[in-house]
């Protein structure tokens, strides 16, 4: 997580606010660090595009009773409810050089490789974003090589 934040950070223009709220242990997720890595750093992008080149984004990781829970929130310009799952469809985009696939490969990689869900919690217009991951816990019976902390 920290090593995205930092990417991101480095891209966004400094009129962009990017915070995190980690936990202090690690967390330990059955995942592919790179995949997970792009799909955040897309959530980002988003939240990038849907501010003016202001705002804040908020990263946030923590371990729940069923799951590890991820929420990317931005001050951005909203997503209509209507749109909360179409913005994950395919081709499904609002941007005049869009392409409107990244949420769908998103989802793709939360679900298909890593067994967890990924969705629009909350989204009003004009105040911001959250998208959130849930990914299973982790029970250690496996041990693929990718395996990675946090
Ligand atoms: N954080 C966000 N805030 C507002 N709208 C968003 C956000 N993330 C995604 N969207 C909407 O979902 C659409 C699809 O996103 P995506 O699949 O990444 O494709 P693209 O970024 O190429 O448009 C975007 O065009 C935008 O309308
Ligand atoms: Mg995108």
């Given at each position: 997580m920290g090593r995205v934040t930092t990417?991101?950070?480095r891209?966004?223009?400094n009129r962009v606010k990017i915070t995190t709220t980690l936990p202090d242990e690690p967390l330990r997720a059955l995942l592919s660090a790179s995949l997970f890595e792009w799909v955040i750093e897309n959530l980002c992008?988003?939240?990038i595009d849907a501010m003016d080149?202001?705002?804040h984004i908020h990263i946030m990781a923590r371990s729940e009773a069923y799951c590890i829970a991820l929420?990317?929130?931005d001050t951005g310009k909203?997503?209509?409810s209507k749109h909360f799952s179409t913005v994950f469809t395919p081709g499904f985009t609002t941007k005049q050089r869009g392409w409107g696939l990244g949420l769908s490969l998103a989802r793709r990689i939360v679900e298909e490789y890593h067994h967890g869900r990924i969705f629009v919690k909350?989204?009003?217009l004009g105040k911001g974003t959250t998208f959130r991951i849930e990914l299973p816990l982790y029970d250690g019976e496996n041990t693929?090589?990718?395996e990675q902390n946090g």
């Open positions: 990417y991101i950070g891209r966004a223009s992008k988003n939240a080149g202001e705002g929420e990317v929130s909203g997503i209509p909350q989204s009003e693929p090589s990718d």
